[in-house]
Nanobody, 124 residues
């Protein structure tokens, strides 16, 4: 069983930066593929970024490519999402997610473990 707790959300002006953290419990974290998703009011949960267990293979949604970076520190059992050049359309609740294997699928249904989410609000 893996528990995930996100932090680092908040209010930021357009063009600013935030770094989200996702602290995990469980000794098998280093073998898990970890991802970030977001959900804006009235919209479906959407994929943002994913990393393989070692952090060497990463994939990003086109909407965040070049602005967001996913990374992980397996020693600290934490995954991060560095968000730069934030836009108002990035406003959403951001969720950390984990799965036991890396997959070409970035569907939320391919992830087994979820955090409670952290709010990110970008003002114009």
């Amino acid at each position: 069983q893996v528990q995930l707790v996100e932090s680092g959300g908040g209010l930021v002006q357009a063009g600013g930066s935030l770094r989200l953290s996702c602290a995990a419990s469980g000794r098998t974290f280093s073998s898990y593929s970890m991802g970030w998703f977001r959900q804006a009011p009235g919209k479906e949960r959407e994929f943002v970024a994913v990393s393989d267990n070692g952090g060497s293979i990463t994939t990003y949604a086109d909407s965040v490519k070049g602005r967001f970076t996913i990374s992980r520190d397996n020693a600290k059992i934490t995954v991060y999402l560095q968000m730069n050049s934030l836009k108002p359309e990035d406003t959403a609740v951001y969720y950390c997610a984990g799965r036991t294997h890396y997959s070409a699928s970035n569907s939320p249904t391919s992830f087994r473990y979820w955090g409670q989410g952290t709010q990110v609000t970008v003002s114009s």
